[in-house]
């Protein structure tokens, strides 16, 4: 090192520098940059997971309310209510009471909730659209909580080409 000339005396300085900054970003900085992409990430999918969680409590909040409306409408229901009396009263009500074919009764039950419905399929032959569309909206804006829980509509067996051959399920809360 005394024979070096002051030139490679700086030049081996500056190396010795710069090897010893390349340590102290691999030593130092560059773990605490990951450790910071870490923490970003971390961030964003817990962000994610907070909005996800929120738009849960409100659908939870609006299940409650929905619930509430439902048990309200059951117990506003007579203590004679069943479905099957119901629908025959609609059908007559909007003119389809003479178009239904068979009418089956049944229950079933909500394996998660544990809540039982009465159900009804209703089997209406040739029916027009514009009687369909008014026992429809009967059913549906019934104090009494009824939905239609399928439907289905065709022209198999109409005699008429303008009439229909539609099979319903209907259900309500079993009180």
């Known amino acids: ?39 970003d990430r971390s961030i964003s999918v817990k962000s994610q997971n ?10 939870y909040r609006n299940l409650q309310g929905s619930d509430q409306a439902a048990v309200t409408a059951l117990a506003a229901r007579r203590e004679d209510f069943t479905l099957f009396g119901f629908l025959e009263r609609v059908a007559g009500e909007t003119g389809v009471k003479r178009n239904i074919a068979s009418m089956k009764p049944g229950t079933s039950e909500d394996r998660i909730t544990g809540m039982r419905f009465s159900v009804v399929e209703i089997r209406l032959e040739d029916v027009g659209m514009v009687d369909v569309t008014r026992f429809l909206l ?9 939905q239609v829980r399928s439907l289905s509509i065709g022209r ?11 099979i319903l399920h209907a259900q309500t809360l079993a009180g």
């Not at 520098?17 to 870490?38: E, G, K, T, Y």
């Not at 009967?138 to 009824?146: F, S």
């Not at 198999?156 to 539609?166: D, Q």
Request: hydrophobic share 50%.
């Open 1 to 39: 090192m005394l024979f070096l000339s002051r030139r490679e005396k700086m030049i081996i300085l500056a190396a010795g520098l710069i090897l010893a900054a390349l340590m102290v970003d691999q030593l130092i900085f560059s773990p605490v940059r990951a450790w910071q992409q870490r923490l």
């Open 156 to 166: 198999k067996g109409a005699r008429e080409p303008a009439t229909l051959s539609v």
């Open 138 to 146: 009967q059913l549906e804006t019934a104090p009494e909580n009824v």
């Open 50 to 59: 907070l909005e996800e969680l929120r738009g849960l409590a409100e659908r």
